[in-house]
């Protein structure tokens, strides 16, 4: 008896073991292995020697600027059909080598397929000192999480440096404004593109011109951190018109665009500004252009002014605080032609009636 209880318990466990090799065996064929996969950053726009502005002094104001990143996988036989990788975009300040992540999103890649994501660079003047930045693209697996990269050194690619400014102005990215980037100006004066092709189109309005000058030369002299408001400069305002070429000049600490206007029958002169400090302008107007009794506005407001005058010109003086304004400068008579008896800008059939309306009338005079 004592001998096939031996037997039993000898079998019994027999069994138990081979019934823990079978579950264990089960748990680990269960599991799957690793499988290998490659995964790179295949391109990231070329910001090489891009410049970033942040507009106005003391602004915090977004940069706007979008980075395309393009992550590629590999074909491979791992058997994954679809992998999930998050596309990271990150920027380096080149002085202290901090490493920061700037933004980031998931793709879904096939076996041997591609996407392109377009990450945004929006930070702010608070969160981002002027300098040097090296900007590249890293592209990590999140899933499935039992495949791994073969190869970690092609998830990253480097785009380039970025300068990033508080001014414009500042076209080489030093921190000043001085005669160095009033000559990067000098080297394209006269070139047209699109509007704000090149940074020295700082208008921006497609041609490299007085005004893009201007605009380096009222902030000739500025340091970071910003010690001095803008110089005032002339800003030169061009008409052809039927009695010829005028020119009005607009002495002025604002920005003045060139998106400036006459319209000779309303007898108005318009141009728009804009200033991040309380600004004037002295508007110096050929009497030929406009002449007669003188109003401002600003923004459709009529608004107080200072007007003088001397033989050959008036002058329209203002100041206001910062903000950006539509300036309006009217007047009561502009462009006198022969012949336009109601000073409506041409001469038609109403000068006609009203010629002969007075026809052979005397001055009592």
Known sequence: MKHVNRKLAALISVSILAGLLILLNFQIHALPSPQPVDVAVTSITDVDGMIIYFSGVNKTVGTNLTIDVTVERAIDTSGVTLLYVNVTLNRMNVATTENVTVAN?????????????????????????????????????????????????????????????????????????????????????????????????????????????????????WTFPPVSPPHPVSWILKFTTSMGNFTAEVFSDYIVYSTYEFNKTLRRLNFNVTSSVDAFCNASIPNGLMSGAFQLYLDDVLTPSIITWNATHHFVYFRSAELSHRVSIVSEFALPIVGDLNHNGMVDIFDAILLAGNFGKENDC
């Open 105 to 221: 999103t998931a793709v879904v890649l096939l076996n041997g397929g591609s996407a392109q994501v377009s990450l945004p660079w929006n930070e702010t003047l608070e969160t981002l000192p002027t300098g040097s930045y090296d900007i590249f693209g890293l592209a990590t697996i999140i899933a499935p999480d039992n495949v791994y990269d073969t190869d970690l050194t092609n998830n990253i690619r480097f785009a380039g440096r970025v300068y990033v400014v508080l001014r414009k102005e500042d076209l080489n990215g030093d921190g000043k404004v001085d005669i160095a980037d009033l000559a990067r100006v000098a080297e394209v004066y006269g070139m047209q593109g699109p509007p704000g092709w090149i940074p020295e189109d700082l208008m921006p309005d497609g041609v490299i011109d007085d005004f893009d000058m201007n605009m380096v030369a009222r902030m000739l002299g």
